[in-house]
């Protein structure tokens, strides 16, 4: 992609006021591909184009007291994989709150104070999703699949920011789902409440502008051991941070798929992970506590278990 293209796709724009908080998902701007909802009881997904909205919310409210989750953004029919990404409409951050043992009136007091100070935008929405909070964060007009390489860094920045309320490092990829507004969460019977905090959606370049510059992020990567290609140039930062935020799924996915078993290759898999996520983030301690939540599940069946000290040492020689 050129830079006059990636240009067009980054500047601000002028937005329209929005009304209705599931105009977020879709709208004149944003009809390009389907979103999706899915009901994860009996695992069925279905698909909605831009005319099929009323239905769709008929739908919700015909299973409002099912758990039922919708896309952050539009795919082709059918699939919702990363490769068949049409159009990038939201960024969302899942807090897990409860996990802390922080009620999500603390962790709304958090944001508010975090947006105060400057260090996040406004979301859009802010979804209470039972026992935590989902924020999203909309883009008008919706933005290419070609920038989704832009799209997920930001995310990663944001939960970075957000770690310490119980940002869900798992949820950054762009085929993630959150909470349906009006459903029910199951595991404790709350509603499925959704605020609107900003009627005004972002470019990306707007959301950009909290995270450290990926050039910036790019020079401290030079540095650091191991054997990453370095690129040059703008199409290179992006091939870069393309690649790494898809590894950083695919590392994530291992472990799930594996049940956290990584017998034989769970130092490597710690090096790997860490040398990753470094990449995207400021400091050795953001890293630790990124990645922790995913440190913490895996195991290995012949190996002693790793104590802490060893831990953040292989996370130093990472990093």
Partial sequence: ????????????QVHAIIENWHDFYASETKKA????????????????????????????ARNKKDD?????????????????????????????????KITPNDALEKIQ????????????????????????FSIANGAAPQMAYLAQYITLQYISKLKDIGADPRACDLPRVLRFPGTTNTKNNAAVKVEVWRQL??????????????????????QRKGSIA???????VKTLYSLNAARVNDLQRLVEIRDGNLTGCRNT???????TVCLFLKSRVDVEEFIQPTIGK??????KLMRKGEINATIKSAC
């Fill in 33 to 60: 591909g389907y979103i999706a909802t899915l009901k994860p009881v009996n695992g069925t997904q279905r698909f909605w184009g831009l005319n099929d909205i009323p239905d769709m919310l008929k739908y919700a």
């Fill in 298 to 303: 895996i195991y290995s069946t012949t190996d």
């Fill in 68 to 100: 039922m989750y919708l896309s952050l953004n539009a795919f082709e029919y059918g699939s919702r994989e990363a490769g068949k990404l049409k159009q990038i409409r939201n960024l969302g951050v899942d807090i897990d709150c409860h996990a802390l």
């Fill in 1 to 12: 992609m050129s830079d006059n293209v990636a240009a067009r796709i980054l500047a601000p």
């Fill in 113 to 136: 104070s975090y947006i105060f100070s400057g260090h996040i935008p406004n979301p859009n929405l802010v979804i209470f999703s039972g026992r935590g909070l989902q924020i999203l």
């Fill in 201 to 222: 959606e972002y470019s990306l370049q707007e959301l950009y502008e909290f995270c450290t510059p990926l050039e910036q992020a790019r020079k401290r990567g030079k």
């Fill in 230 to 236: 370095v690129f040059t140039g703008k199409e290179g």
């Fill in 269 to 275: 898999f710690i090096y790997i992970y860490s040398f």
